[in-house]
């Protein structure tokens, strides 16, 4: 797809590579970007805004396409060649439908308030440099824009959640956390997921346990994963040491090391899509394997999808967790 920026005082029509990057841009255009239905291009739009965030210098050695700056010579005329060429070709590759009625999400960090913020969905793109969009109805979200690339062995590039508790300090409301393990209630939680035609991924529920009650940041105590679903050759950090019925299904069971916390994943070795689990009896295993310790508080309860390659499709369409619920 080529996309073009037709300007006034121009002679022609110029591609984007032929345009010098140049911080600075109005946003006069994301009303209309929205109601066209162009995500990519809003989110290249936003990122081109002056805010103090990036430095040009720091900008010029990003890798990112669509990083570039647009002239502000450019920001008062109509950048219809641009519109013309994304509206013609679609949403590009590694695009999928968006929810119905749901809201468009493109920074790398979005987060957002669901239910009164009893939840919140992020973003959470935190090793990449490619545009991610999600769209957002309520405790539903659909990656609609992803087309990563990294290698199924290392980190993946971003994972794309909802949660309750507290992320790196930002806390839902009426959430039950933090939870001591000694006494942690029972965790029903519903999970409903539409997985991707290709990619390297997982399907993942993300708690994360603290020595503390609080962390503002990294949790120092445990990670515990509950992969449902993986493609793409992915598997989690560390070894398989052992194997184990929970919730009516067998799990394998991972573990591993980390810079400042301990890391264990349960592998479902027979994929599902949708789930109805009591999540405080992977803790409860996780207990007698010397993994988490008691004194420890869950202060964070994540499901969502590590993306590696691809991600475009995936999708929560119903999710809830109650702690202390029946």
């Given at each position: 797809?080529?996309?073009?920026?037709?300007?006034?005082?121009?002679?022609?029509?110029?591609?984007?590579?032929?345009?010098?990057?140049?911080?600075?841009?109005?946003p006069?255009?994301?009303?209309?970007?929205?109601?066209?239905?162009?995500p990519?291009?809003?989110?290249?739009?936003?990122?081109?805004?002056?805010?103090?965030?990036?430095?040009?210098?720091?900008?010029?050695?990003?890798?990112?396409?669509?990083?570039?700056?647009?002239?502000?010579?450019?920001?008062?005329?109509?950048?219809?060649?641009?519109?013309?060429?994304?509206?013609?070709?679609?949403?590009?590759?590694?695009?999928?439908?968006?929810?119905?009625?749901?809201?468009?999400?493109?920074?790398?960090?979005?987060?957002?308030?669901?239910?009164?913020?009893?939840?919140?969905?992020?973003?959470?793109?935190?090793?990449?440099?490619?545009?991610?969009?999600?769209?957002?109805?309520?405790?539903?979200?659909?990656?609609t824009?992803?087309?990563?690339?990294?290698?199924?062995?290392?980190?993946p590039?971003?994972?794309?959640?909802?949660?309750?508790?507290?992320?790196?300090?930002?806390?839902?409301?009426?959430?039950?956390?933090?939870?001591?393990?000694?006494?942690?209630?029972?965790?029903?939680?519903?999970?409903?997921?539409?997985?991707?035609?290709?990619?390297?991924?997982?399907?993942?529920?993300?708690?994360?346990?603290?020595?503390?009650?609080?962390?503002?940041?990294?949790?120092?105590?445990?990670?515990?994963?509950?992969?449902?679903?993986?493609?793409?050759?992915?598997?989690?950090?560390?070894?398989?040491?052992?194997?184990?019925?929970?919730?009516?299904?067998?799990?394998?069971?991972?573990?591993?090391?980390?810079?400042?916390?301990t890391?264990?994943?349960?592998?479902?070795?027979?994929?599902?899509?949708?789930?109805?689990?009591?999540?405080?009896?992977?803790?409860?295993?996780?207990?007698?394997?010397?993994?988490?310790?008691?004194?420890?508080?869950?202060i964070?309860?994540?499901?969502?999808?590590?993306?590696?390659?691809?991600?475009?499709?995936?999708?929560?369409?119903?999710?809830?967790?109650?702690?202390?619920?029946?």
């Open positions: 797809m080529v996309l073009f920026v037709l300007a006034s005082n121009d002679v022609g029509i110029r591609t984007f590579a032929e345009v010098a990057r140049e911080d600075g841009v109005e006069a255009f994301l009303p209309l970007l929205e109601h066209l239905g162009l990519r291009f809003q989110a290249l739009v936003r990122e081109a805004r002056t805010d103090g965030r990036e430095s040009r210098a720091a900008a010029s050695r990003r890798n990112d396409h669509w990083s570039m700056r647009l002239p502000r010579h450019y920001a008062p005329v109509f950048v219809a060649g641009a519109l013309a060429a994304c509206a013609e070709g679609g949403a590009g590759p590694g695009a999928a439908t968006a929810l119905a009625g749901g809201s468009i999400h493109c920074d790398p960090f979005d987060s957002i308030d669901v239910h009164g913020k009893e939840y919140v969905v992020q973003a959470n793109e935190w090793n990449s440099k490619q545009i991610q969009c999600l769209s957002v109805n309520e405790t539903a979200f659909a990656v824009e992803a087309n990563f690339s990294l290698p199924s062995a290392g980190p590039a971003s994972f794309p959640s909802i949660y309750k508790g507290c992320h790196w300090g930002n806390c839902t409301d009426r959430s039950g956390l933090p939870a001591l393990v000694s006494t942690l209630p029972a965790v029903p939680s519903h999970w409903t997921v539409t997985s991707a035609a290709s990619g390297a991924y997982d399907i993942a529920y993300d708690l994360w346990f603290n020595q503390t009650a609080t962390a503002s940041g990294q949790p120092n105590g445990t990670e515990l994963m509950i992969w449902l679903d993986h493609a793409g050759g992915v598997q989690p950090a560390g070894s398989r040491i052992a194997a184990v019925l929970i919730g009516g299904a067998v799990w394998d069971v991972w573990k591993g090391p980390m810079s400042g916390w890391y264990t994943a349960y592998v479902r070795q027979m994929p599902v899509d949708s789930v109805d689990l009591d999540l405080r009896e992977f803790v409860q295993d996780a207990l007698v394997r010397g993994t988490i310790n008691p004194a420890w508080y869950l964070d309860v994540e499901a969502g999808f590590e993306i590696w390659q691809g991600g475009s499709g995936l999708a929560t369409r119903s999710f809830s967790a109650v702690v202390g619920g029946g």
